[in-house]
């Protein structure tokens, strides 16, 4: 019996469960239903209660075993006279065990070692061992479990309580799902970095300025890990062109939409900028690096930049800002929205004339919102991949010349990460150390945002 | 929507020969502001109907009502801060002194330079203090240096009775102050930029009776240099300050008269009901 088949037998009893139980406490009900209805729950909650109870422990153990069987099945393999034949060397004798195991769930066909296809009896014979413990095991636990709830099905049973408290637990475990997965994710890169780190002096990481990663140090002991022109490609795309590109532009069609545009045109404006935070970046991409990219070369090679690269710091970066634009402006316009019409109107009465209230009154109250926004914007451009890939190169040039190949953090994580890799070399983990520096920038970024965003929102409230 | 119009057709009978005469009230010289046959429409719906009026400027004016009554509504047609609102409309006439305020020519900056309003709410902006006070004549050019400006500060914040309190913290956000001195704080922003008539809707509704008190001695002190009228939900505080009352009653002008003959010996029935507490 496979597990997905046992998954559905034991939730099909859990069913039963649930008819068995109701019936039962449906006719407490009935028994008693001349006096004030003695049940403490409806007879639905009763049902849901042991159907949980059947379901839950079954399904549990059923993880668990999952996780357990594969050891025990190796081990009761291994018993078997025709491991003996085995080879001592650990790492032969693992693929023979793993080739033999494939064919016996029967992902191969074949064996490609004939060792192997001596050990795929064994290992049937154990699949079919445990599975059936395991089967049985659950069905038992579905069986006990059901019958102790329906036992204790009374009137006075809390079962409606019981129930509420399951649900609860299962909306928490759902939201915690995302945490638990971001931790986990941390963690990883964590220990990952931790492993480059062990290769790589961290000083030469993150303060060196020479990146050229190998596999092996050069004969001056220098590794080729330095990240700061990543870190400078990074921060003069992302966070200097894409923001001189995207803070103006979007701030003005903020300024635009909430203050001048008539409500019709507002009403159709609004959702087409939005529509445009969901183009795919790559669409971006292929802007950046088809059209704008070769642009931008002509136009700097007529302008006399006579080492102009067809992959430039400038049209990644404007791209990316005009990528940005209805984040910011979006942004903007619940900022400039949420300022109370009190002060526009305060300043009105002043005679002061729409402009003079937009810039003087209007922007700066609903500057921390904009800032706020604005760094939110920072850490999107910051972690963003495709554009750069694409349109920016993978030259790691410290160079503050916009027409020059940079690269970034992320392009470089692409580059190092694609591919055939060995991972224990630094050069791959060096992909994890650049990772968990992004990490790290971004979330702080975001909490910065937050926070402002926050406080400002207290301000008006 | 024409239930509203036909239970408004009584009161607007009443209203048309009072309207007729304003001249009754106007002891004095020239009125201020005037207002002939004002109708106000937001959207569909009707909100002020057929109203005329004079302000005088020697005397405070008090608009009351009960809610809903439009008496907001026309104030604010008196500096065209309807404007602010897409489907409000107005009908009829206002003039400042003698120009009318809803004609192409009428800068709608320079009107409300000239009749500032002071707000519902206290809404300093949340700049300093000074930096509150200087908002208007920056913007209108008044000053002419540093000095200049220091000097219309301090004297619109001693108009307001606000210097005292307030002179070793200029540099201050005005939205740390306490909500009376917020309020005070926005008279003495309207008075910077040295208006000829204040608008105050309702302006101690969200003060506590202390700065309610403070307010209403500010405006005895302000009459006579500014044009001043007021809505107001509290007729004891209409009694206090002012001379003149209107007062609203479903978008129309019921009665306006002297102060003490509306609440000691009003003509009309329905301002009678209404300051005895009958209805509102």
Redesign the interface.
């Known amino acids: 019996m496979t597990s997905a088949t046992l998954l559905f037998l034991v939730i099909g009893l859990g069913l039963m469960a649930w008819f068995f139980g109701r019936l039962k406490a449906a006719g407490l009900q009935a028994r008693d239903a001349n006096a004030r209805s003695v049940l403490h729950s409806l007879p639905n909650y009763h049902g849901w209660y042991v159907a949980l109870w059947a379901i839950l422990p079954a399904v549990l153990f059923m993880t668990v075993w999952s996780f357990v069987s594969p050891a025990l099945i190796t081990d009761a393999a291994l018993t078997s006279p025709a491991a003996a034949q085995l080879p001592q060397d650990g790492f032969a004798r693992a693929a023979i065990l793993s080739e033999a195991r494939a064919i016996a769930y029967g992902n191969q066909v074949n064996a490609f070692n004939p060792l192997s296809q001596s050990m795929v009896e064994p290992y049937r014979d154990a699949i079919a061992h445990y599975q059936m413990i395991g089967a049985i095991a659950a069905l038992l636990l579905v069986f006990a479990c059901g019958a102790y709830a329906w036992l204790k099905i009374k009137p006075d049973l809390r079962a409606r309580t019981k129930i509420e408290r399951v649900t609860m637990l299962l909306l928490l475990l759902a939201s915690l799902i995302a945490i638990i997965t971001t931790v986990g994710i941390f963690l990883s890169l964590v220990f990952e970095t931790a492993r480059f780190f062990s290769m790589v002096s961290p000083i030469d990481f993150l303060f060196g300025t020479e990146w050229n990663p190998k596999a092996v140090a050069g004969p001056r002991g220098e590794t080729g890990f330095g990240a700061i022109p990543l870190f400078w490609g990074t921060i003069f795309i992302g966070a200097i062109i894409a923001m001189i590109v995207a803070i103006p532009l979007g701030l003005m069609s903020a300024v635009y939409l909430t203050q001048y545009a008539p409500a019709k045109f507002r009403s159709w404006m609004k959702p087409i900028l939005e529509v445009l935070a969901g183009v795919p970046t790559v669409v971006y991409g292929y802007f950046a690096a088809l059209t704008v990219a070769p642009a931008l070369r002509d136009f700097a090679v007529s302008i006399g930049i006579s080492n102009a690269s067809s992959e430039s710091a400038l049209a990644a970066g404007i791209v990316m800002g005009i990528m940005i634009i209805p984040f910011v402006s979006s942004m903007a316009d619940d900022s400039i929205a949420a300022v109370p019409s009190a002060m526009r109107d305060g300043s009105l009465a002043m005679g002061a004339t729409q402009s003079e209230t937009i810039k003087k009154v209007l922007i700066p109250a609903a500057l921390p919102g904009v800032v706020g926004g604005v760094l939110l914007a920072v850490s999107r451009a910051i972690g963003e991949t495709m554009i750069v890939v694409m349109a920016a190169g993978l030259a790691a040039n410290m160079t503050a010349n916009p027409f020059a190949s940079v690269t970034t953090v992320t392009a470089q994580i692409v580059q190092l990460l694609t591919g055939d890799q060995e991972f224990d070399s630094p050069k791959t983990l060096a992909a994890f150390a650049l990772g968990l520096v992004l990490f790290i920038v971004t979330l702080l970024l975001n909490l910065i945002a937050l926070r402002v965003v926050k406080k400002y929102r207290e301000a008006y409230e | 929507m024409h239930e509203d119009q036909k239970t408004l057709e009584p009161s607007e009978s009443v209203n048309m020969t009072d309207a007729a005469t304003p001249a009754k009230t106007s002891e004095s010289a020239t009125p201020k502001m005037t207002a002939r046959h004002v109708d106000v429409f937001y959207g569909d719906k009707q909100a002020i109907n057929d109203v005329s009026i004079d302000v005088n400027m020697d005397s405070v004016t008090a608009f009351i009502g009960p809610s809903g009554c439009g008496k907001s509504t026309f104030l604010r047609c008196m500096?065209r801060?309807n404007d602010?609102i897409?489907i409000a409309r107005v009908n009829g006439e206002i003039k400042l002194e003698g120009e009318d305020i809803y004609a192409s020519k009428m800068d709608v900056?320079?009107?409300?330079?000239r009749v500032?309003?002071v707000?519902q709410?206290p809404?300093?902006?949340?700049?300093s203090i000074y930096d509150n006070i200087a908002?208007?004549p920056r913007?209108?050019g008044l000053a002419t240096g540093k000095e200049d400006l220091d000097e219309i500060v301090e004297s619109s914040l001693q108009r307001a009775g606000l210097w005292g309190e307030v002179k070793d913290r200029l540099q201050d956000s005005g939205t740390a102050l306490s909500g009376g001195q917020q309020q005070r704080l926005?008279i003495a922003?309207?008075i910077a930029?040295d208006p000829e008539v204040i608008l105050m809707d309702e302006p101690c509704s969200a003060l506590d009776p202390i700065a309610t008190a403070k307010i209403e001695e500010l405006i005895h002190e302000l009459r006579g240099k500014y044009a001043i009228v007021i809505v107001t939900h509290n007729m004891q505080q209409a009694a206090r300050v002012s001379q003149k009352t209107a007062f609203f009653h479903l978008g129309t002008l019921v009665e306006y008269g002297d102060t003490t003959d509306i609440f000691t010996n009003p003509r009309e029935e329905k301002t009678r009901d209404y300051i005895t507490g009958r209805y509102g």
Not at chain 2, 109 to 113: F, N, P
Not at chain 2, 123 to 127: E, S, T
């Open positions: 500096n801060m602010t897409p900056v320079q009107l409300r330079a500032g309003m707000f709410k809404n300093p902006f949340p700049k908002y208007g913007i209108h926005c922003r309207a930029v």
